[in-house]
T-cell receptor
Framework: KQEVTQIPAALSVPEGENLVLNCSFTDSAIYNLQWFRQDPGKGLTSLLLIQSSQREQTSGRLNASLDKSSGRSTLYIAASQPGDSATYLCAVRPRTGANSKLTFGKGITLSVRP | DAGITQSPRYKITETGRQVTLMCHQTWSHSYMFWYRQDLGHGLRLIYYSAAADITDKGEVPDGYVVSRSKTENFPLTLESATRSQTSVYFC????????????FGSGTRLTVV
């Protein structure tokens, strides 16, 4: 059974810092991995989608990498801002079994201090 | 507008009542999903659908019913609401191929009193 882990559960950093959010998964047989952002009381917004054949994806100050062999993904946020404060979730789409169903991590709650 | 919309945004209901949460998407995505999100449990899949008239149970289906007579709609019904079903409910959709990502609705906050 696929398990997705995000550690730590919460992170507080000063504004301007470059930071890395980690995501690990137990089964490397995946189609893709997706990073989401969730603001308090809001829905999930897709940030980046990395296909299994890709190593990374970039969008603005965000860069996500994927290493299937080690079961890891990182979300790099450059020059963090208070507006980046939110919960960040990663999710993997498996190749085996019911491959339409994502498995989610529990998220990392990021606070960027002014 | 194109997208995925959920209604109502907020709902308060009494124990034992039937309540239906609506989800509508305009992309003709094949897959649709219902999740609930609770503190300490994260996102849990309730039901999903691969196409019209095809539905299947997720991780926590008890007490819920779904239907999908049209591709664009995927309503979730709580047959007899219980306090344990107080939660935030999210609908999501995804295209037909496995390289598609998910898109989520804004959620319905349901309180059962």
């Amino acid at each position: 059974k696929q398990e997705v882990t995000q550690i730590p559960a919460a992170l507080s950093v000063p504004e301007g810092e470059n930071l890395v959010l980690n995501c690990s998964f137990t089964d490397s047989a995946i189609y893709n991995l997706q990073w989401f952002r969730q603001d308090p009381g809001k829905g999930l917004t897709s940030l980046l989608l990395i296909q299994s054949s890709q190593r990374e994806q970039t969008s603005g100050r965000l860069n996500a990498s994927l290493d299937k062999s080690s079961g890891r993904s990182t979300l790099y946020i450059a020059a963090s801002q208070p507006g980046d404060s939110a919960t960040y979730l990663c999710a993997v789409r498996p190749r085996t079994g019911a491959n339409s169903k994502l498995t989610f991590g529990k998220g990392i709650t990021l606070s960027v201090r002014p | 507008d194109a997208g995925i919309t959920q209604s109502p945004r907020y709902k308060i209901t009494e124990t034992g009542r039937q309540v239906t949460l609506m989800c509508h998407q305009t992309w003709s995505h094949s897959y649709m999903f219902w999740y609930r999100q609770d503190l300490g449990h994260g996102l849990r899949l309730i039901y999903y659908s691969a196409a019209a008239d095809i539905t299947d149970k997720g991780e926590v289906p008890d007490g819920y019913v779904v239907s999908r007579s049209k591709t664009e709609n995927f309503p979730l019904t709580l047959e007899s609401a219980t306090r344990s079903q107080t939660s935030v409910y999210f609908c999501a959709s995804s295209g037909p191929r496995s390289n598609y990502g998910y898109t989520f609705g804004s959620g319905t906050r349901l309180t059962v009193v």
